[in-house]
């Protein structure tokens, strides 16, 4: 095994629409050859995740987790009062998702596992081997067809048991836990996973778990969210602390391969003049808990803001830290903020504006002038030019590691007068994504090392509190006969990804 499984936190970038895909179909054959930033071995991918793809949610002795008791529990806090018992069947349905991806001509697939289905009941139960065999048969067939299995150990879904025994995140219990089903995902899965990646965007999760509350296990207080117990001003930091330490457990336990950390991450343009740099360092360390991992530390402006709130690394866990390969990072991007400083200046409440969340307010707009187009998601602007900033960003501080996009997409929310035609014909998707690919392709020429990118998602899915109802799929599903029918977009990836890489081996 020669890859580390990558952990990356995934950030959100602005940007402006832009139309380098005209260049490119409007450009002749060779000049394309030429200019395309892609090395023949790029991944083109498409992401999904267990809980949001799976569904058979009690099949073959797959165990309970926090997302099915709580979509079972509180149906009211998803805007569709759905669940992902069913989500879209992908796992009596993976052949034909398969078919869909080599239609698409993509060479990469990133999944994630269900911890419950492998361990119903961590390490306090036995393995479940139908789990064992369903990822591979998953891998297997990927392979089969030249598509990479990019695997993520964990996606937000965890056994319910880990819960109700320790709190999960809050004890370092669940480092032992993650340890444990890392090392049996390595050992069943690892002679032909190349590519891992350890938990996806524990950046954010933590901020809606623990800060805001409005993800399992519901924790927080207030101002952040109103929940029946929790600590916003320093659950997070504890819960962050041991996904980073989970983290660490997970790459030693690899240590024959390549391991990655995952997050997410915004685009940032300062909004103040003064101390820019810093301020937006600030934010940015605030969010992306990379630094731990690559320099044994918590950044000094996070260890300034939080005080006693931040968690302290041992001697032995620095050291251990420390000694961390990444081998690449992984980056969720969606969109881009302004960002006010709100330590050195008086700032309106808002998300950002508190200690815990770094004393920088996150705006989408400076004065009049939009950060970019909303679309259909409050969180999602567009703003291509963020994403090149925040790859450049990455690269300048984390000496040019190699990067992949592990997700990029767009989400159409679906209103009761939304026609299936309109759902199909997803004209903005396509502007959106042709306007992120550009920027990262000006981001490579800028000398970013980035070696993949994953559009999320292969089909429309169980987008969590959103349920059924924001779609982020290439493939539009029918949510009564599971039916997949490409968008427009999925032809628009099929070309993009002829014209860069495909050509490239004729
Ligand atoms: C990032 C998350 O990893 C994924 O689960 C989610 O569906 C997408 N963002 C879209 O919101």
């Known amino acids: 095994m020669n890859n580390l499984p990558i952990f990356v936190f995934i950030i959100i970038l602005q940007s402006l629409i832009l139309s380098s895909s005209c260049l490119y179909q409007n450009s002749s054959h060779n000049i394309l050859q030429d200019s395309s930033p892609f090395p023949s071995d ?15 949610f009690l099949t073959e002795g797959k165990g309970l987790n926090n997302w099915d008791i709580f979509t079972h529990e509180n149906p009211g806090k998803i ?25 698409l001509g993509v060479n990469g697939y990133r999944f994630s596992i269900s911890w419950s289905r492998v361990l119903p009941r961590g390490r306090f139960g036995g393995i479940n081997y139908s789990g064992i065999k369903y990822y ?66 524990p950046n954010q999760q933590i901020i809606l778990t623990h800060l805001k509350g409005t993800f399992p296990p519901s924790r927080c207080s207030l101002p952040y969210g109103n929940c ?24 030693h336990i690899y240590r024959r391969g ?21 301020k937006l360092q600030r934010e940015l360390n605030l969010f992306i808990p990379i630094d731990p991992i690559i320099y044994g530390k918590y950044p000094k402006e996070m260890v300034n803001v939080l005080g006693s709130a931040l968690p302290r690394f041992s001697r032995k866990e620095m050291e251990n830290l420390k000694q961390l390969r990444l081998d690449f990072i992984g980056i969720n991007h969606y969109t881009s903020y302004f960002i006010q400083d709100c330590l050195f200046s008086t700032c309106n409440a808002g ?15 400076k004065g009049n002038v939009s950060i970019g187009e909303l679309t259909d998601v409050n969180w999602q602007h567009i703003h291509p030019e963020g994403f090149r900033k925040t790859l450049n960003y990455l690269k300048n501080r984390y000496h040019n590691i190699p990067m992949f996009i592990t997700e990029n997409g767009f989400g159409d929310l679906q209103k009761p007068e939304t026609t299936l035609t309109e759902l199909l014909n997803d004209t903005k998707r396509i502007q959106y ?47 009564t006969s599971l039916k997949r029918t490409p968008k427009l977009s999925a032809s628009w990836y099929k070309n993009y990804i002829g014209e860069h890489i495909r050509r490239k081996y004729y």
């Open 42 to 56: 790029f991944l083109f991918g498409t992401a999904s995740s267990a809980y949001q793809y799976e569904g058979a």
């Open 79 to 103: 805007r569709d009062e759905n669940n992902g018992d069913m989500a879209v069947d992908q796992y009596h349905r993976f052949k034909e998702d398969i078919q869909l991806m080599t239609s």
């Open 136 to 201: 591979n048969r998953l891998i297997d067939a990927l392979i089969s067809r030249g598509i990479k299995p990019f695997v993520t150990l964990n996606h937000l879904d965890y056994p319910q048991e880990l819960e109700n025994r320790f709190q999960s995140w809050l004890s370092p219990e669940m480092q032992n836990d993650f340890g444990y089903l890392a090392d049996i995902c390595f050992k069943h899965f690892g002679d032909r996973v190349k590519h891992w990646t350890t938990l996806n965007e």
């Open 228 to 251: 029946s117990q929790g600590n916003s001003e320093r659950e997070p930091f504890i819960a962050a602390h041991n996904t980073i330490l989970a983290h660490a457990k997970a790459v």
């Open 258 to 278: 390549s391991l990655a950390l995952w997050c997410k991450h915004h685009g940032l343009n300062p909004l103040a003049i003064p101390s820019q740099i810093e």
């Open 351 to 365: 998300d950002g504006a508190s200690k815990a969340q770094g004393f920088a307010l996150k705006l989408d707009r």
């Open 433 to 479: 994504m042709s306007g992120y690919l550009d920027a990262l392709q000006s981001a490579m020429r800028d000398g970013a090392n980035v070696k993949g990118y994953f559009a999320w998602s292969l089909l429309d899915n169980f987008e969590w509190l959103y349920g059924y109802k924001l779609r982020f799929g290439l493939f539009h599903v029918d949510y």
